[in-house]
């Protein structure tokens, strides 16, 4: 059985020389960076020039998701030629002595490749689903299903996380020796995700569903910060 905390030996362009010893090629490390994110960012080139667009995401197996309408030129574009997907999580601002020594703590991950169509019914309906419970577990089962009409003008991507790098970068700052002594305050100003209260659409008479009540306290579901 495969070892999914192995490092993936990087190709040319997934190799990180700036910084490298925050390098991270392994697999359980992409997927968390992936999982704790809504949104990723794809860059990508057409006749109009050079575009980075963000768009919703979610991850199933070796994979990252995205949908949109049939008409997208996004989507249009993807499927005709290598991409970059980038996603970044801030967790902190890092303050030093010196002011070309300060820096951030983060996460972030690159994933090269080309996405295709994921074209099969079952395969769209059950990509769809997972974004579901993505958003929300458990409610798929509570909301109208998508009909025949949404599906087809729905189109699913995918890409193979195959090919990825990540970055991370924790801890405090890394100030020169001869900096230690400086009067200034330095260390980490933090950053976390809050989940805060859910605010009811005027027109819902539906009580809550568990979920939903326990969306401020579900900390401990969101990804570690490194």
């Not at 860059?43 to 979610?58: E, K, L, Q, R, V």
């Not at 801890?171 to 305050?185: C, F, V």
């Amino acid at each position: 059985m495969k070892d999914s905390a192995a490092p993936v030996p990087p190709s040319d362009r997934t190799r990180v020389r700036r910084i490298a010893e925050n390098a991270r090629y392994d697999e359980a490390t992409l997927h968390a960076i992936v999982d704790d994110a809504y949104l990723c960012h794809i860059a990508f080139s057409d006749d109009h020039g050079a575009h980075c667009i963000p768009t919703a995401c979610w991850r199933s197996g070796g994979h990252l998701y995205i949908h949109g309408s049939n008409g997208s030129r996004l989507l249009k574009q993807l499927v005709r030629q290598t991409c970059c997907v980038t996603i970044s999580h801030l967790d902190g601002l890092v303050l030093a002595r010196s002011a070309f020594n300060h820096s951030m703590n983060y996460r972030s991950a690159m994933v090269y490749g080309r996405f295709e169509a994921v074209d099969d019914e079952a395969g769209k309906h059950a990509a769809l689903e997972a974004l579901m419970d993505k958003l929300a577990p458990g409610r798929q089962a509570e909301i109208r299903p998508g009909n025949d009409k949404e599906y087809a003008a729905t189109t699913v991507l995918r890409i193979s996380l195959a090919e990825a790098a990540c970055k991370v970068r924790a801890g405090g700052p890394n100030d020169d020796a001869q900096d230690l002594a400086w009067p200034a305050w330095a260390g980490v100003l933090p950053f976390t995700h809050a989940r805060v209260a859910p605010v009811a659409d005027p027109t819902c008479a539906v009580a809550a569903p568990a979920y939903v009540r326990d969306w401020p306290t579900r900390q401990e579901e969101l990804a570690p910060i490194y």
